[in-house]
């Protein structure tokens, strides 16, 4: 029976990347819808659930991802509206990679030193990515402040994420480096997930800082979010402090991609979201 993954993206176009660790993770075939909505999506899962003998619909899957994680998140929930007694698919969900990219990144810092009690703050913790190391970072015990241009917009994030994981997250507005280099005051962790390109911390902001002890950015697009740190950081040690680049923890995250995808067609009743993945990043390192 062939592996049957099928994209489900909240933008116009489906993921290039996702398709490709789609095929990666072990399916057969990947098969990419855009434009997803609650309002639109009820037929093409219900192509999933009612095709397949219940032995073998854990051949089919179903994947979310999109550039909005809000989109993703209401996308998911309308999905599994459709799922009834076993008519229903295994479902991951990725929006712009949040859920691997953050279980990586949490993972390789909470391997790197200690993070419960102490502050972490996610700078420009407003996207997907953001989001959701904002979270698992929560779920380590550590006191979390999300950085954002825009107070309002922080707040609404944290608002979310306490509603879907009932996590307390602090937003504070910083739009400017000086702003966000107040911000990490008496830090000990520090993660930036900026927009590609934007660089959120200059190098003399944190070099000498006397409490801060892990950095993890998650930008690999030139110039990087916190300056004098290197995409290929492994654990590097830079004035003191434990440094992790996006390419250095991601090769983490394209394994737990792909270890999701294969898990996915394990059964037919799993919900791969922040937990789960996060639970699963943590087994890989
Ligand atoms: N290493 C990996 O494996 C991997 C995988 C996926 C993604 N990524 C990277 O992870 C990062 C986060 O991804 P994402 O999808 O969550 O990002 P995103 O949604 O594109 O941007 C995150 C936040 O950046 C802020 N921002 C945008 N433009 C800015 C500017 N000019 N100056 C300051 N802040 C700005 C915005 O926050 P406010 O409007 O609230 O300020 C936005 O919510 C990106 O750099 C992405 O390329 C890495």
């Not at 917009?153 to 996590?167: L, Y």
Request: with cysteine.
């Amino acid at each position: 029976m062939k592996k049957l993954l099928f994209q489900l993206d909240t933008d116009p176009h489906p993921a290039v990347f996702d398709t490709v660790v789609g095929f990666d993770g072990g399916a057969d075939h990947v098969v990419g819808y855009g434009g997803c909505t609650p309002k639109n999506v009820r037929p093409l899962v219900e192509g999933a659930i009612f095709t397949r003998a219940p032995k073998e619909k854990k051949n089919t899957a179903l994947f979310v991802g999109g550039s909005d994680m809000a989109a993703g998140e209401t996308l998911l929930g309308a999905v599994q509206k459709v799922f009834f007694a076993d008519f229903r698919v295994s479902v991951m969900l990725d929006s712009n990679g949040s859920n691997t990219t953050a279980a990586a990144a949490v993972t390789r810092l909470i391997q790197s030193g200690d993070v419960k009690g102490k502050k972490a703050v996610v700078l420009a913790g407003t996207g997907p990515v953001g989001r959701r190391a904002a979270v698992m970072l929560a779920l380590e015990g550590a006191k979390v402040t999300i950085t954002s241009r825009e107070q309002s917009k922080g707040e609404q994030a944290c608002r979310e994420m306490k509603e879907r994981f009932k996590v307390d997250v602090a937003a504070v507005g910083a739009a400017t480096n000086d702003e966000r280099a107040a911000a990490i005051d008496g830090a000990s962790v520090v993660v930036a997930t900026g927009m590609g390109g934007v660089t959120l911390l200059d190098e003399a902001q944190w070099k000498d800082h006397k409490t801060l002890k892990l950095i993890a950015d998650a930008n690999a697009t030139p110039p990087l979010g916190i300056g004098g740190a290197d995409m290929m950081d492994r654990g590097k040690d830079r004035h003191g402090k434990i440094v992790w680049g996006a390419i250095g923890f991601g090769t983490l995250k394209l394994a737990v991609h792909r270890a999701c995808v294969a898990k996915l067609f394990e059964r037919n009743d799993q919900i791969l979201d922040a937990e789960e993945i996060f639970t699963l990043a943590k087994t890989m390192a």
